[in-house]
């Protein structure tokens, strides 16, 4: 099997974190220069590693291997939050750099044909998955089209800015690849709590949101009896408190459900809102589980609504993000490899965080490993692992990597 080189992904990570660097932690959305100049300096590297690199029209950045196939993609993304930590998606673009040039040392896997990309945008700094979507062939064009930044710039008019706009953009070549595989910090808990080094993704976390909008009546706060109030605020509150008692009742250990923003109308100490709006995102792998919990949030606003005192409309706010289930072979392969690497210091585990996977699997099968986040921490400057896991975690996947493609060479011959 492949043996990684240390020292040489690590100096990687470190230089890719050099570009936007603030502090401890990484600042490169997704078409700002510093990620353009991250893209570049990524392009260069695959060349460097014997790869025909491209970065294409939407700034996705692929290296090609002149090997034929059957091809295993590898990578992840390189664009960052807005305040981000510096392995959130860099940790599985220079695995997949670091994967090929392992496998083209090692004579035994020289003539495996490994894919290493980085997928623009995954972070929505624009558009979600842009990358990742766009080489699907599963971007709207009605999505692009109304897709803009944070500070209002049009995303056309960023592949403008970024010289971008009539470069060609790549495709999936059909017939060419085994599958996808990306690596990602964990970004919570369970493997350092467990004292554990390896994670096998077994799926992705499907993602609702609702938006519930409450509208009563406006009155003055001193001279509206309670009896005849029509209070928008009172209604969004008990919403939020049933949603919290009922959806435990149903919930697993895994689910995860968010109230992150409410407004009340007009928002003044002395006056009677007149109307509230709450947000509620909720995720689990399970998509039976996440159309009752929809269920629940539905008949609890109708019951509101249905008093007749105050009306509550219950809205969907973002497209349902589906569960991703990940390959149950390639799980195998990596299940494997952890034991080789990390024995009896692993597990199979879902992702509560979204990954451009969710869209890959459609088209190819796919595979996820974690490594440890230290306390849990991510999406922010804190956000770091131990150099070990870093190490350990990029070795699964090589070795993972390598015995899927030696199984595929040998189905297809």
Known sequence: MPKINAERLLKDLRDLRAIGTVGHGVVRPAFSDTDMEARRWLKKRYEEAGLDA???????????SRKNGPALIIGSHSDTQPEGGWLDGALGVIYGLEVARACAEDPETADLAIDAVSWQDEESNFL??????????????????????????????ALVRTGLADVPRLAIEEGRHAGYLEAHIEQGSYLEDAGEQIGVVTAIVGIRGMRIVFTGEQNHAGTTTMARRKDAAAAMFEMAHRINQEFPIVANERTV??????TIEPGASSIVPGRAELTLQFRDQD????????????????EIHDRGRIGAEVLSSRTPIK????????????DAAAERTAPGCWRRMPSAAGHDPMVIHEKLPCAMLFIPSIAGISHDFAEDSHDADIVAGCQVLADAAASILQEAQAKSR
């Open 257 to 262: 459900w968010t109230m992150g923003d409410a």
């Open 128 to 157: 979600g998955c842009l990358g990742s979507r766009s080489w699907c062939g599963a971007l709207d064009p009605l999505d692009e089209a109304a897709a803009t930044g944070p500070d209002g710039e049009s995303l056309a008019d």
């Open 54 to 64: 491209t970065l294409d029209g939407v700034g996705n950045v692929l290296g090609r």
């Open 287 to 302: 998509e039976a589980l996440l159309n009752r919990l929809e269920g629940i949030v539905q008949a609890i606003g109708a």
């Open 323 to 334: 569960p991703s289930k990940m390959d149950d072979g390639f799980q195998a392969h990596i």
